[in-house]
């Protein structure tokens, strides 16, 4: 690995200093820095730092078939609710890849996915703070688009990466021990057959995961190894498609929340099932899935309960809201949960996504057309473990939306959504239901100057009672663009949630200045989510590429 490593800076760090001479270089820099106050209104503290700040320093170049670049990353200390494994500054990663017609080898750092992800996953998301590129060797081959083969192996990151020197910071988390193994193969028949209209693949996938382990868990008959797989197949045709995985993730162990049982370890297997079929054409798209996870909890570090301790995607399969009000419960899959009094297996459930454009000159789509959404998804607990049996209702959302174009300046969007949640995990058949309503109305004055109004409400009998909430936003395009919402529980705290802010945008470079207090809640990326709590100050983001 340490040869590997130094190979991989030395090509880096090489090609860097030729850039002027030779292929050349791109950049970006990311830094978000805050600034917190006290807050009796909604009980937000400062913290003793009163300030955080996050930085992403990234280079790439390019040179014919090479590519190498590099990423520093500086957490000063990092903001409020990030994982606390993230801190100082590091170099997190460093890449050398080189790719011809048919072939590629990386050396260093890398992300990669094994399927829809249930499986293997590496990615990086900073709005969550994770990151867990594997640092080591890949390969990857492709044969007239018939056979696709990658193969590869590393370390996955958790905390500042494997670069990471720990007798700097010795009672942090940077580094782990853990090692992963894994090929991917997809097979084209389609293509192979030259079908014209239709595509058939058949795919596989192998994973094997090294951790060391306890000599108690070695005496239950654990071992440091575990080995998981998956097989896929994907279909389309004239606007039909389906697809299947099964994923078999290995063995998980888990302390026996029984003290006194004989066991000290629960062994249980993980193992998903995805079926997804739809129909998208003549302005219509349907789509229907269905999952079930039991016990796919893939961590990087056993037990570490770290947001950013992830070794595989599963995302939340339902709508991805964006407003407000909309985000107060998102959903996050149960994957497998061990407590005192209570163990969750996983869940099962699906969704049902459908829109409908209505075209122009129709009774409905008038001059401009609409277009009409809806969705359905509901999750349950998995009953009993290796069982398609469902427990207590976990989560359930209906939601309904009409886009509307009316002329060239006026355009609006009307929501509906039906939220219930379950927050005991499945234990109890408790959930609490919310309604929520938005109007989303966008008016265009002229070619440069356009407002934006929100409007949000959102009933329920159950946590904090009702809520209202209002956005307006001003755009001078393309540089200038001032905004200003809150959010008010006039239900039970009476507090009211304000933010404003102003942005400013020039050729590849964004400035944006807010301030505002925000509830505890949720950010999400691509249905996975992140806790953080209630705080109130400034924020500066600035965001350049080259």
Not at 466 to 472: E, I, K, P, V, Y
Request: aromatic share 14%.
């Amino acid at each position: 690995m340490k040869k590997l490593i130094v190979l991989a800076s030395l090509l880096v760090c090489g090609v860097t200093l030729s850039a002027q001479e030779k292929g050349y270089l791109t950049g970006s820099l990311e830094s978000n820095d805050y600034s917190y106050v006290n807050d009796e209104k909604s009980g937000a503290l400062a913290g003793d730092d009163r300030f955080g700040s996050n930085n992403y320093l990234k280079l790439d170049y390019y040179n014919g078939k090479f590519t190498a670049g590099m990423q520093i990353e500086g957490y000063l200390p990092g903001s409020v609710g990030y994982p606390s494994e993230l801190t100082g500054i590091n170099l997190s990663n460093i890449y050398a890849t080189w790719m011809d017609e048919d072939f590629s080898v990386t050396a260093g750092t890398f992300y990669e996915q094994f399927g829809s992800g249930l499986l293997f996953r590496s990615w990086e998301e900073r709005a969550l703070g994770l990151n867990n590129a594997v640092t080591g060797a890949r390969f990857t081959y492709n044969y007239r688009d018939v056979v696709a083969f990658k193969a590869m192996w590393g370390l996955p990151r958790f905390g500042m990466g494997v670069f990471t020197n720990n007798t700097s910071r010795p009672n942090t988390i940077t580094n782990t021990e853990t090692q992963v193994r894994g090929a991917d193969l997809s097979f084209a028949l389609s293509n192979l057959l030259n079908w014209d209209n239709t595509y058939l693949a058949l795919e596989g996938s192998v994973l094997n995961r090294y951790e060391p382990i306890s000599s108690d868990l070695i005496d239950e008959g654990g071992k440091p190894n575990s080995l998981g797989y998956s097989g896929r197949v994907n279909f389309e045709s004239n606007g039909f498609f389906a697809k299947a995985e099964y994923v078999s993730a290995g063995k998980k162990y888990f302390q026996n929340p029984d003290m006194n049982a004989e066991n000290w370890y629960l062994q249980k297997n993980g193992n998903a099932q995805l079926l997804e079929f739809g129909y998208n054409g003549r302005g219509l798209g349907l789509t229907v899935t269905g999952r079930r996870l039991e016990w796919m909890n893939s961590q990087i570090i056993s037990g570490n309960v770290s947001t950013s301790n992830l070794m595989n995607y599963v995302p939340a399969m339902c709508t991805q809201y964006t407003y407000m009000l909309t985000t107060f419960h998102p959903y996050s899959p149960q994957t497998g949960l061990v407590q005192q009094n209570f163990i969750n297996s996983g869940e099962m459930g699906g969704q049902i996504d459908a829109f409908y454009n209505f075209r122009r000159g129709t009774a409905l789509g008038g001059k401009r057309g609409m277009r009409v959404h809806a969705n359905f998804s509901t999750y349950y607990a998995i009953a009993k473990d290796g069982t398609f049996q469902a427990g207590n209702l976990l989560f359930r959302d209906f939601s309904f939306d009409i886009e509307k174009q009316w002329n060239k300046k006026f355009k609006t969007i009307l929501l509906y959504s039906m939220q219930q949640y379950n927050d005991s995990y499945g234990a109890s058949p408790e959930y609490m239901t919310q309604n929520i309503i938005v109007a989303d109305m966008l008016y265009k004055w002229t070619s440069t100057f356009s407002t934006k109004l929100e409007l949000q409400y959102l009933q329920t009998k159950q946590d904090k009672k009702d809520w209202m909430a209002a956005l307006l936003e001003v755009n001078f395009a393309p540089h200038w663009s001032i905004f200003g919402s809150d959010m008010y529980n006039h239900g039970s705290t009476k507090v009211h949630y304000y933010n404003a802010g102003v942005s400013y945008n020039k050729s590849r470079t964004r400035v944006a200045l807010g301030y505002g207090r925000y509830k505890q809640g949720f950010i999400c990326s691509g249905g996975v989510c992140r806790t953080i709590p209630a705080y109130t100050g400034a924020n500066l983001t600035i965001t350049t590429s080259f």
